[in-house]
Nanobody, 126 residues
């Protein structure tokens, strides 16, 4: 059974930092594009960041560029999201997602990610 399990969410003050982790099991994602999405209450799920299979190319939504950093450790089958300078508008449930291949097209589309975690809550207070 394939599982993606996020951790590291919580409550933080504006300007603070959090590091999200995503542990994969059931199959290896070392050759897969992976990403982070988020969904705020009453809003659609939106793209946050993505990383290619080898980890040397990263992609970010404009609203998080320069504040968030995505990384991966294929030896641990894990994905990470370092979030700095957090803002109240970053409050959301954050989801780890993985594709079944290394394809990099349409990174912002939720439909092209085959595997999803259950999400971890991030709340940023003002």
């Amino acid at each position: 059974q394939v599982q993606l399990v996020e951790s590291g969410g919580g409550l933080v003050q504006a300007g603070g930092s959090l590091r999200l982790s995503c542990a994969a099991s059931g199959r290896t994602f070392s050759r897969s594009t992976m990403g982070w999405f988020r969904q705020a209450p009453g809003k659609e799920r939106e793209f946050v960041a993505a990383i290619n299979w080898i980890g040397n190319s990263t992609y970010y939504a404009e609203v998080v560029k320069g504040r968030f950093n995505i990384s991966r450790d294929n030896t641990k089958n894990s994905l990470y999201l370092q979030m700095n300078s957090l803002k109240p508008e970053d409050t959301a449930v954050y989801y780890c997602a993985a594709r079944s291949s290394a394809v990099l097209a349409a990174l912002t589309s939720t439909y092209l990610y085959a595997y999803w975690g259950q999400g971890t809550h991030v709340t940023v207070s003002s």
